[in-house]
């Protein structure tokens, strides 16, 4: 008996299964009707191990492991799901050894181990946490790629935004040396290309506003996901420790255990570590930021602030034209309050990881010492932070699939 593969048999499963890791209440009956009608191309291969043959009177053949006969039936288990196969539309069976069936079943316990018929039942809580986990981690990986793309979408805008305002600035300008008394005709041409530019900004202003709700709520749920990848990560850990101390631990507990950490292991590549080193001064807890790819400074990490903010020494210190998306009212060490432009950081890179597109207030004055500003929640928002003051350290966590 030659060995056959599995992959088109998981494929034909997901017509009655939901994604990999099928619960075991497959739905057969779309299977056993293309098996039965001997569809056209239907082929079913599920291990290249040895296993039970079935041959049908229509041609095909299942492979699996006979669980059960009966006058009328054959059982079939097919890994992740049973088959049942009227007697009538069987013509032979060939049978494995006992021993390639042990082996069989073995191999079909790694390959779906968070199937529910192969999680030990003191772990089906553990099991079913991870399968969930794993769904999210490929919801999140889909929410990546879109954040991807608003992200562009929202640098163009900018862009756009900019050469919009230059052009409202020099249609005021001609608008300013046109009167109607003397062209009417020219006086009109002008009103309405400032109203026309005026028109797409408002337009362009609501497309933003829309795109950047919509990124953070994205960004939202990928932080969601990385948080709780993390917090299972450090439980699971933890528990497994616990359980491989224990005296007389199940054999079969600690397999699941070993196959669940090397799945996480893989996992856990797609979320980026980062360590930087922290600074304190004046009570201040201070982190180097490179603010658009050229100028570092001394920033105070804030996890209350809205806002990263920058002073106007700093924003000079960038000797670049930051266009002003709005103005926040903030209130300065002095108790004052006043208005602030908010701009737009093409890049803020903190360590080795960078962000683009953060929102920036500037405040007046400077804030004394080696402070250029605060690192508020427009870049940490965007990681899973961990501020560890007491090793001066700062964590943050990314995912990256």
């Known amino acids: 008996m030659q060995p056959v593969g599995s992959i088109r048999f998981r494929m034909?499963?997901?017509?009655?299964?939901?994604?990999?890791?099928a619960r075991g209440r497959i739905d057969m009956t779309r299977i056993q009707r293309a098996m039965m009608n001997g569809a056209a191309g239907f082929i079913l291969l599920v291990t290249p191990l040895w296993a039970d043959r079935i041959r049908l009177t229509n041609g095909r053949t299942v492979e699996g492991i006979i669980e059960k006969e009966e006058a009328d039936k054959v059982l079939v288990n097919l890994g992740v799901g049973s088959m049942r196969i009227a007697r009538d539309q069987i013509r032979s069976i060939e049978r494995a050894t006992p021993e390639d069936m042990a082996v069989l079943q073995r191999e079909w316990q790694d390959r779906?181990?968070?199937?529910?018929?192969?999680?030990?039942?003191?772990?089906?809580?553990?099991?079913?946490?991870?399968?969930?986990?794993?769904?999210?981690?490929?919801?999140a990986a889909k929410q990546k790629s879109r954040l991807g793309e608003l992200e562009a979408k929202l640098r163009q805008l900018e862009a756009d935004n900019q050469t919009l305002q230059k052009q409202a600035v020099e249609a005021s300008r001609r608008l300013t040396s046109e009167s109607p008394t003397r062209d009417i005709r020219r006086y009109?041409?002008?009103?309405?290309?400032?109203?026309?530019?005026?028109?797409?900004?408002?337009?362009?202003?609501?497309?933003?506003?829309?795109?950047?709700?919509?990124?953070?709520?994205?960004?939202?749920?990928?932080?969601?996901y990385t948080r709780g990848f993390l917090d299972f990560a450090d439980r699971y850990r933890r528990q497994s420790a616990a359980l491989r101390a224990r005296a007389g631990a199940d054999a079969t507990e600690l397999?699941?255990?070993?196959l669940l950490e090397k799945r996480l292991a893989d996992m856990e590549k797609a979320v980026s570590t980062v360590v930087v080193k922290l600074r304190v001064a004046g009570g201040n807890t201070l982190v180097n930021v490179r603010v658009n790819g050229?100028?570092?400074g001394w920033f105070v990490v804030d996890t209350g602030a809205s806002l990263m903010t920058l002073t106007e020494p700093f924003r000079a210190r960038l000797g670049q034209d930051l266009a002003t998306r709005?103005?926040?009212?903030?209130?300065?060490?002095?108790?004052?309050?006043?208005?602030?432009?908010?701009?737009?950081?093409?890049?803020?890179?903190?360590?080795t990881t960078e962000a683009r597109d953060i929102e920036a207030a500037i405040l007046p004055g400077s804030a004394g010492g080696p402070v250029d500003g605060l690192l508020g929640m427009s870049f940490l928002g965007r990681f899973q932070i961990h501020l560890d003051v007491s090793r001066g350290e700062l964590i943050l966590h990314e995912f990256k699939p």
């Open 112 to 139: 779906y181990f968070l199937n529910d018929r192969y999680i030990p039942a003191s772990m089906t809580a553990l099991g079913k946490e991870f399968r969930a986990l794993a769904d999210r981690c490929a919801d």
């Open 188 to 224: 009109n041409e002008a009103v309405t290309a400032l109203n026309t530019i005026r028109a797409r900004q408002v337009v362009d202003q609501d497309r933003h506003a829309s795109m950047q709700a919509e990124r953070d709520a994205t960004g939202a749920g990928i932080m969601g």
């Open 255 to 258: 397999r699941f255990l070993d």
């Open 294 to 296: 050229k100028v570092d």
């Open 326 to 351: 709005r103005d926040v009212e903030v209130t300065l060490a002095d108790g004052t309050t006043r208005k602030a432009p908010v701009v737009s950081l093409s890049t803020v890179r903190v360590g």
């Open 12 to 21: 034909v499963l997901a017509h009655g299964s939901r994604g990999r890791y």
